[in-house]
DNA sequence: TACAACAACTTGTAATTACAAGTTAAAAGC
DNA sequence: GCTTTTAACTTGTAATTACAAGTTGTTGTA
């Protein structure tokens, strides 16, 4: 299957430059090209896949926010390194930035209903106040090793049988996306290096008052409106949190 | 002076749409926007300006990425709060995301010439390895607390009486900027949460083994082929690091 | 051989046109 | 007065064309 069959085949209802997107990052991720090598010119992407330039552009950006290429001019776009550490500064969920490390996903609570806690850590809009919040916590292991404890917040509308579902060894990002069409478009987060209260340090496996990274995050989706959050603590003694800026 | 005016005194050597892109950027800093408030049309600004819908739209773009302001299909361009916190993680230097704070920079050390160290932090291409590394370690305050412990190490590579320049209350990337043309363009970053040392603990006005926030940057430039290095240590008791993704 | 000029690439910027799709408020109909 | 329809907006996607500016290898000349 060439290059040109693969974009065909992309989902449909994709626009053009997300198809060609799709491709490229994939060739990226397994290693098509590699560090150093240079993509194939705009031009020439241009004509293997019937589109033109700023389309090609619009795809190449994307590849450039993601840090997946750099562009140079005369030169053309170079493949970056792949990351190191664990790419939770950026888009996608943890599972995502995790790849193909050997990953595991505890429920420690919910999902269930709940009020919004009171002064909580993002200013709420106040539907989402009204219809209450799906409360969830679960914790990420790698190879084993407890790596993150994460409280999800999602505020409670137009998620039907939410609840119910499964989330043990599943991904949030990927249930939000097959089952209610959301797509996850970016966020804030604010950070900080903490000690360890017992319970975080009991999740965690690790002392009390051992550094953690806390991070507060507002997720932003594709539905107009819909956000949700998520406070995460993270040991950070084997892996570091990687991200672009 | 109206905004047109504004537009046409920009730096004439800046491309249309970062001439644009700077005008509405300062407007939202400077609170001509409110939170909430729609940015006139993007065929408005194509009229006002004198721009195509393209030019306009990636001087709208930049804005999204910095997360100024966020795009609604059918309805505008709507700006964001501006952020709380220390925007560090994103772009810009720590002068610019601290903002009219009361910010201080003490040098501790250098600027000098020096090897690099071995087993540096980030892989080392090697004309920056033969021609040495220009060393400064700097405590940056707020209000007299001091909030960052900052370790930075340039190439030496075209920086003429770079060493003997004087720090002590400048920007590092303002330097670059005006004196070598050398604008920041992004990097990479990785971080932990760890115990302070007491050399750390020092400098930060801590507790050894306290939490601290610890950052290793590769920073980027628009000078081809030169990035420059940053370790930074970050007291996060009062101040929480703040960024998008 | 060494150097300079050039040609053939590359990406960056920008104008122009067209239509699709989401939002909103006014107009039309009941 | 109320609902429905429509028109006039908004941003999103995409093709087309043109030139500027940086990079690289080749070609020509000294």
């Given at each position: 299957?060439?290059d040109?069959?693969?974009?065909?085949?992309?989902?449909?209802?994709?626009?053009?430059y997300r198809?060609l997107y799709e491709v490229l990052r994939s060739h990226i991720l397994n290693g098509v090209y590699h560090e150093g090598d240079l993509l194939p010119s705009e031009n020439e992407l241009c004509?293997v896949y019937?589109?033109?330039r700023?389309t090609v552009r619009h795809a190449l950006d994307e590849l450039v926010r993601e840090g997946l290429i750099k562009k140079q001019k005369g030169k053309g776009s170079i493949v970056h390194a792949l990351p190191?550490?664990?790419g939770?500064?950026s888009v996608a969920?943890?599972?995502?930035?995790?790849?193909?490390?050997?990953?595991?996903?505890?429920?420690?609570?919910?999902?269930?209903?709940?009020?919004?806690?009171?002064?909580?850590?993002?200013?709420?809009?106040?539907?989402?106040?009204?219809?209450?919040?799906?409360?969830?916590?679960?914790?990420?292991?790698?190879?084993?090793?407890?790596?993150?404890?994460?409280?999800?917040?999602?505020?409670?509308?137009?998620?039907?049988?939410?609840?119910?579902?499964?989330?043990?060894?599943?991904?949030?990002?990927?249930?939000?996306?097959?089952?209610?069409?959301?797509?996850?478009?970016?966020?804030?987060?604010?950070?900080?290096?903490?000690?360890?209260?017992?319970?975080?340090?009991?999740?965690?496996?690790?002392?009390?008052?051992?550094?953690?990274?806390?991070?507060?995050?507002?997720?932003?989706?594709?539905?107009?409106?819909?956000?949700?959050?998520?406070?995460?603590?993270?040991?950070?003694?084997?892996?570091?949190?990687y991200?672009l800026f």
């Amino acid at each position: 299957m060439d290059d040109n069959e693969k974009y065909q085949d992309a989902d449909p209802g994709l626009p053009q430059y997300r198809k060609l997107y799709e491709v490229l990052r994939s060739h990226i991720l397994n290693g098509v090209y590699h560090e150093g090598d240079l993509l194939p010119s705009e031009n020439e992407l241009c004509t293997v896949y019937g589109l033109t330039r700023p389309t090609v552009r619009h795809a190449l950006d994307e590849l450039v926010r993601e840090g997946l290429i750099k562009k140079q001019k005369g030169k053309g776009s170079i493949v970056h390194a792949l990351p190191t550490g664990i790419g939770i500064l950026s888009v996608a969920g943890t599972t995502s930035a995790l790849g193909n490390r050997n990953l595991e996903t505890r429920i420690i609570s919910g999902p269930e209903v709940r009020r919004w806690e009171d002064n909580f850590f993002f200013p709420l809009p106040d539907p989402y106040i009204e219809s209450g919040c799906i409360y969830m916590e679960r914790l990420r292991l790698v190879n084993g090793k407890p790596l993150f404890y994460d409280i999800s917040y999602l505020p409670n509308i137009n998620l039907p049988r939410f609840t119910t579902r499964s989330f043990e060894n599943k991904s949030l990002f990927d249930t939000l996306r097959r089952h209610y069409r959301i797509e996850v478009t970016g966020g804030e987060q604010r950070l900080w290096a903490i000690p360890a209260t017992p319970e975080i340090a009991g999740y965690l496996q690790i002392d009390p008052g051992e550094p953690v990274l806390h991070l507060e995050r507002k997720i932003d989706t594709n539905r107009v409106g819909y956000s949700f959050y998520s406070s995460l603590y993270c040991n950070t003694e084997d892996y570091a949190l990687y991200g672009l800026f």
